[in-house]
């Protein structure tokens, strides 16, 4: 599919602040636990991300430790010269060593052992109160809290109940509606995120998004005026195998830079 096939964002971003690009780093953990050992080393792939004009570096610590583990972590955090977003369940066991890691954000997503990745935003409407105490506990140690989300109004509404700063729109289901091929439900998929941006800006909270974004798709959402994030993994480390990860982060960073300005491929 071309990126011509996704709806054009037809509002220039140009007035707003520049959207940081964090670069998800758990797959190269991934490919290291294949085999068990050292290599690849997931931290020596965030140095060279950043090195290639990643603002930041996320990684997900899953409760099964089935990519990043512990020592990642800490190391992450003692050794980049960049922000660590820390993706995390709220759980208590997380919370706590999130507190002790003290990383610049934590973003908070839905965990299930057997999904293959994060399916879907968290549940702030329904799980209003078992989120409530994680969130104040990471927020009054001075952490950022960034809550992954689905592009759905109540959840934005009640993110901003809960006192979140950021949201981070899953843009999981645009990147799925690509396949479907009917162009109403790729531009239903993106007309629910602008509107969700909107509506967190409005609110005063800081408008992130990631799941699925790739070279074809990141642009659309790159150009959505009030979206200052974008986390973006799996396809970036896809790509480093055939350009190398230098290239494939300086392309996206080009990618969403060039949205901003107007000029999309
Ligand atoms: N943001 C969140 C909250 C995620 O859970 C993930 C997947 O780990 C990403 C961004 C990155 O998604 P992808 O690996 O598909 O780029």
Do not use: W
Not at 90 to 105: D, R
């Amino acid at each position: 599919m071309q990126a011509t096939d996704y709806p054009q964002g037809n509002n220039p971003a140009a007035e707003f602040p520049p959207c940081r690009l964090g670069v998800n780093i758990d797959h190269v953990a991934t490919l290291r636990n294949a085999r068990g050992g050292v290599d690849p080393d997931p931290v020596r792939a965030a140095h060279l991300a950043i090195a290639a004009g990643a603002d930041g570096i996320t990684a997900h610590l899953r409760e099964d430790r089935r990519h990043i583990r512990d020592d990642d972590i800490r190391r992450l955090k003692d050794e980049i010269s960049k922000p660590l977003n820390f993706e995390m369940a709220a759980t208590p066991e997380m919370v706590s060593l999130c507190l002790e890691v003290q990383p610049h954000a934590s973003c908070l997503v839905p965990e299930r052992r057997m999904e293959r990745t994060t399916e879907g935003g968290l549940d702030l409407v329904g799980q209003a109160e078992f989120i409530r105490p994680h969130i104040d506990r990471l927020l009054s140690a001075g952490i950022r809290v960034s809550l992954f989300v689905d592009p759905d109004p109540n959840q934005i509404e009640m993110a901003k109940t809960l006192g979140a700063p950021v949201v981070e729109i899953h843009t999981g289901d645009y990147q799925q509606a690509a396949f479907s091929t009917t162009p109403e439900r790729i531009q239903a998929a993106f007309d629910a995120i602008k509107a969700a941006a909107e509506q967190a800006y409005e609110l005063g909270i800081e408008v992130h998004a990631g799941h699925g974004l790739n070279f074809q798709n990141v642009q659309n959402i790159a150009a959505i005026p009030q979206m200052r994030e974008l986390n973006i993994g799996h396809f970036l480390m896809g790509e480093a195998v055939f350009m190398g990860l230098d290239q494939a982060v300086k392309e996206m960073r080009r990618l969403i830079n060039d949205a901003r300005t107007g000029r999309l491929v």
